[in-house]
């Protein structure tokens, strides 16, 4: 008869009492523990040896930390239940100031040790990393690849242990100095420890710490993060490439819409005269055009006023009149043009000509009234009814005062593309606004590294 199956053995802690206090002290690991701290006194203990010998002596009574995850919390991550049997508090100091952190050392009697970091609500779930990354360099600054992914170096500085409490693997003790360098790929980080005799490597993955509480059915939630962590992913990285695919679709949308709007136009150029206006001329300047006319569904009217001025301006006051109707489309336009040349080369200002659009103008017959003025301008004394346009240009030469040759043309149902510029434009803000936002994540990550950035784009 087979026997039944047996599990993997539930892992017990072993009590041993402390030679300074005389306190309990558990080791949770199995005898893989070389160092284990006293918690009533907090004296460093020589765990490797069956009675237990002072390595340090109690730290001071001010140093004291609370874990915010308590020693002997189980908790499954990963699929692999782990307990916390050893915590520790580090810190460098930059220009002053001190930057402390969180270690929580985890071990499965199967798996080995893992640790769990907390920087200001920032956790990272770290594993020990056997293979050595590859050096390389990206410009002027340090980096590694490792696993197919580039780490960029992030920040260096001297680390040392601050707090000690529970048991650890190797000889641990308050005052440690380790040179620490992080080089991140988020929500990755590789992190090298360098003393005197060796190199040691690891690799973080960001967690939330919901994530954490959760795992380890810790009371209330976790300390809200403060600020950017290195590692910490952009919640606008994923959110700038769709956004951008999403913009190239729509675009090409509305292209096909634009393209297909401009074949339906029909474009024809209804009226085409030339005209002339002298502020020498006594009489009426306005006068009205001959009727044209135009059929077709209700759509926009073109008209484009061609000028030879130079070093002048003029002014055209226009409306557009329905012979059957009455309806009165009002509107004016200005055109100037000034040119020369200075020591600076030859330059100029303004245009020859102008244009407006009148939109949705229904089909039927049409003239135009038009009135110009130049600088020097008379209005006469009494104004006839209407005045027509001479039937023969005088020759500019032959006129006293200031004249202006122009040629007035109408076009009808004329493609314009106002609309389609304004609605890329509308298209183009989630984008823009992704990217600003993704960028000034990042400007806050590497604001805190070795490498902050500048106003000139350092």
Same mark, same amino acid.
């Given at each position: 008869?087979?026997?039944?199956?047996?599990?993997?053995?539930?892992?017990?802690?072993?009590?041993?009492?402390?030679?300074?206090?005389?306190?309990?002290?558990?080791?949770?690991?199995?005898?893989?523990?070389?160092?284990?701290?006293?918690?009533?006194?907090?004296?460093?203990?020589?765990?490797?040896?069956?009675?237990?010998?002072?390595?340090?002596?109690?730290?001071?009574?001010?140093?004291?930390?609370?874990?915010?995850?308590?020693?002997?919390?189980?908790?499954?991550?990963?699929?692999?239940?782990?307990?916390?049997?050893?915590?520790?508090?580090? +810190?460098?100091?930059?220009?002053?100031?001190?930057?402390?952190?969180?270690?929580?050392?985890?071990?499965?009697?199967?798996?080995?040790?893992?640790?769990?970091?907390?920087?200001?609500?920032?956790?990272?779930?770290?594993?020990?990393?056997? $293979?050595?990354?590859?050096?390389?360099?990206?410009?002027?600054?340090?980096? !590694?690849?490792?696993?197919?992914?580039?780490?960029?170096?992030?920040?260096?500085?001297?680390?040392?242990?601050?707090?000690?409490? %529970?048991?650890?693997?190797?000889?641990?003790?308050?005052?440690?100095?380790?040179?620490?360098?992080?080089?991140?790929?988020?929500?990755?980080?590789?992190?090298?420890?360098?003393?005197?005799?060796?190199?040691?490597?690891?690799? %973080?993955?960001?967690?939330?710490?919901?994530?954490?509480?959760?795992?380890? +059915?810790?009371?209330? $939630?976790?300390?809200?993060?403060? %600020?950017?962590?290195?590692?910490?992913?952009?919640?606008?990285?994923?959110?700038?490439?769709?956004?951008?695919?999403?913009?190239?679709?729509?675009?090409?949308?509305?292209?096909? =819409?634009?393209?297909?709007?401009?074949?339906?136009?029909?474009?024809?150029?209804?009226?085409?005269?030339?005209?002339?206006?002298?502020?020498?001329?006594?009489?009426?300047?306005?006068? !009205?055009?001959?009727?044209?006319?135009?059929?077709?569904?209700?759509?926009?009217?073109?008209?484009?006023?061609?000028?030879?001025?130079? #070093? #002048?301006?003029?002014?055209?006051?226009?409306?557009?009149?329905?012979?059957?109707?009455?309806?009165?489309?009002?509107?004016?336009?200005?055109?100037?043009? *000034?040119?020369?040349?200075?020591?600076?080369?030859?330059?100029?200002?303004? $245009?020859? +000509?102008?244009?407006?659009?009148?939109?949705?103008?229904?089909?039927?017959? *049409? *003239?135009?009234? !038009?009135?110009?003025?130049?600088?020097?301008?008379?209005?006469?004394?009494?104004?006839?009814?209407?005045?027509?346009?001479?039937?023969?240009?005088?020759?500019?030469?032959?006129?006293? %005062?200031?004249?202006?040759? *122009?040629?007035?043309?109408?076009?009808?149902? !004329?493609?314009?593309?106002?609309?389609?510029?304004?609605?890329?434009?509308?298209?183009?803000?989630?984008? =823009?606004? $992704?990217?600003?936002?993704?960028?000034?994540?990042?400007?806050?990550?590497?604001?805190?590294?070795?490498?902050?950035?500048?106003?000139?784009?350092?």
């Amino acid at each position: 008869m087979s026997s039944p199956l047996v599990g993997p053995p539930v892992a017990k802690t072993k009590a041993m009492y402390c030679p300074n206090c005389g306190g309990p002290v558990e080791l949770r690991g199995f005898g893989h523990a070389l160092t284990v701290v006293c918690p009533q006194c907090l004296t460093l203990l020589d765990a490797s040896s069956p009675l237990l010998k002072i390595l340090q002596e109690a730290q001071a009574a001010q140093s004291r930390r609370t874990p915010l995850i308590p020693l002997g919390t189980r908790g499954k991550w990963g699929g692999t239940t782990w307990e916390i049997i050893g915590f520790q508090t580090r +810190a460098v100091e930059d220009e002053g100031v001190t930057y402390e952190w969180e270690e929580y050392l985890l071990f499965n009697p199967y798996k080995g040790f893992r640790y769990l970091t907390n920087y200001e609500g920032h956790w990272n779930f770290v594993t020990p990393v056997e $293979s050595l990354p590859e050096r390389r360099a990206v410009g002027s600054r340090p980096a !590694v690849f490792f696993e197919g992914n580039l780490y960029r170096h992030f920040s260096g500085a001297q680390a040392t242990t601050s707090f000690v409490l %529970g048991e650890f693997p190797w000889r641990v003790q308050v005052g440690e100095e380790v040179l620490a360098d992080d080089f991140v790929d988020p929500p990755s980080v590789l992190s090298s420890e360098t003393t005197s005799v060796e190199v040691t490597w690891s690799k %973080g993955e960001y967690v939330p710490g919901s994530e954490i509480w959760k795992a380890f +059915a810790l009371p209330g $939630s976790a300390p809200r993060p403060q %600020g950017v962590y290195l590692n910490q992913p952009s919640p606008y990285a994923n959110k700038v490439g769709g956004t951008w695919g999403v913009f190239a679709l729509m675009l090409f949308a509305l292209l096909a =819409v634009a393209i297909a709007y401009g074949m339906l136009s029909r474009g024809d150029t209804i009226f085409d005269e030339h005209y002339r206006y002298s502020t020498a001329d006594t009489g009426e300047p306005s006068f !009205v055009t001959k009727v044209f006319e135009f059929d077709g569904r209700p759509s926009n009217l073109e008209l484009t006023i061609h000028t030879n001025l130079i #070093n #002048n301006w003029a002014y055209f006051n226009l409306a557009l009149i329905n012979e059957t109707t009455g309806d009165t489309f009002d509107f004016g336009r200005e055109v100037s043009y *000034y040119a020369g040349s200075d020591s600076d080369g030859a330059w100029s200002e303004g $245009s020859q +000509a102008s244009d407006a659009i009148i939109p949705h103008v229904p089909a039927g017959r *049409y *003239y135009l009234r !038009v009135e110009p003025e130049m600088e020097g301008s008379q209005t006469p004394a009494e104004k006839p009814a209407v005045a027509t346009p001479p039937a023969v240009a005088t020759p500019r030469s032959r006129l006293p %005062g200031k004249t202006v040759f *122009y040629e007035i043309v109408l076009r009808h149902d !004329v493609a314009s593309y106002g609309w389609f510029w304004l609605a890329a434009l509308l298209l183009l803000i989630p984008p =823009v606004y $992704s990217t600003i936002r993704a960028a000034a994540f990042e400007t806050r990550r590497w604001s805190t590294s070795d490498y902050p950035p500048t106003s000139k784009g350092g």
